[in-house]
C-alpha cells in the first residue's frame, strides 16, 4: 500500500458512546503505534504492538481504552463510553521491524469530537 | 521523567530569512533524535533522527544539529512551502520504541 491508512478520518460522539478506530499499517510492518495528539500539542503515547502482541499499553488513560490487533496487520482502538476530554486526532504509526533503527510512518489521523 | 521541550512556540519568517528551532530533551540514555514535520490534518511525516552528539544531517533547507542536552533545526533561506509545525521526539532507552514528543513550533514563512 501507500501509506498508513486511518478511517474514518472525522468522527463527532456524544458522551456516552462507544467509538472505534481503525489502522491499516503498510504491508508488512511489524511494529504498530498509537498516539493521542490533543489540540496544540504533541502526540503522546498510548499503545504498541509487535505483530499480534500487544507489549506496551502504559499510555492508555484509562481503563475505557482498548486495542486489538488480532491478526498482526489491521488495528483497532476503541473507547467506550467517551467523555469530552477523549476528544482529540488518533494517530496510528507503523514501521518495519523492532529495532530503534526503524522509521515510524504515520497515518492521517482520526480526529474525534465528543459533543 | 523524560521531557522534551521545544522553542519557540511559534515563530513568524520572511521568506529567505533564516533562523533556528531548539528542542531541549531530558531523557534516560538517549537512543536517538527525530524530527517530524506536520501540516494542518496530517499526520507527522519524518525528517530526521539523530544517534549521538555532534551528529548532524542535511535535507534541502533543513539541517538538523545535536548535543548530549538539545538539538536545532536549522532553517536556511525558507520559502511559503516550509510553513508547516516541526515537531521534536526523542526515543529513550529500554522500552519498545516509543516516541516522546515535544509540543512543537509552527512556524509561518511569508512571500
Known amino acids: 500500500g501507500a501509506g498508513v491508512s486511518q478511517s474514518p478520518r472525522y468522527k463527532v460522539a456524544k458522551r456516552g458512546q462507544d467509538v472505534a478506530l481503525r489502522c491499516d499499517p503498510i504491508?508488512?510492518?511489524?511494529?504498530l503505534f498509537w498516539y493521542q495528539q490533543a489540540l496544540g500539542q504533541g502526540p503522546e503515547f498510548l499503545t504498541y504492538?509487535?505483530?499480534?502482541?500487544?507489549?506496551?499499553k502504559s499510555g492508555l488513560p484509562s481503563d475505557r481504552f482498548f486495542a486489538e490487533r488480532p491478526e498482526g496487520s489491521v488495528s483497532t482502538l476503541k473507547i467506550q463510553r467517551t467523555q469530552q476530554e477523549d476528544s482529540a486526532v488518533y494517530l496510528c504509526?507503523?514501521?518495519?521491524?523492532?529495532?530503534?533503527?526503524?522509521?515510524?510512518?504515520f497515518g492521517p489521523g482520526t480526529r474525534l469530537t465528543v459533543l | 521523567e523524560d521531557q522534551v521541550t521545544q522553542s519557540p512556540e511559534a515563530l513568524r519568517l520572511q521568506e529567505g530569512e533564516s533562523s533556528s528551532l531548539n528542542c531541549s530533551y531530558t531523557?534516560?540514555?538517549?537512543?536517538?533524535l527525530f524530527w517530524y514535520r506536520q501540516d494542518p490534518g496530517k499526520g507527522p511525516e519524518f525528517l530526521f533522527t539523530?544517534?549521538?552528539a555532534g551528529e548532524e544531517k542535511e535535507k534541502e533547507r533543513l539541517k538538523a544539529t545535536l548535543t548530549k542536552k538539545e538539538s536545532f533545526l536549522h532553517i536556511t533561506a525558507p520559502k511559503p512551502e516550509d510553513s508547516a509545525t516541526y515537531l521534536c521526539?526523542?526515543?529513550?532507552?529500554?522500552?519498545?520504541?516509543?516516541?516522546?514528543f515535544g509540543a512543537g513550533t509552527r512556524l509561518a514563512v511569508h512571500p
Open positions: 504492538f509487535q505483530n499480534e502482541a500487544q507489549l506496551d
Open positions: 539523530l544517534y549521538s
Open positions: 504509526a507503523s514501521s518495519t521491524g523492532t529495532s530503534f533503527y526503524n522509521e515510524q510512518f
Open positions: 504491508s508488512g510492518h511489524v511494529s
Open positions: 531523557v534516560s540514555g538517549l537512543r536517538g
Open positions: 521526539a526523542v526515543q529513550e532507552g529500554g522500552g519498545y520504541n516509543k516516541l516522546i
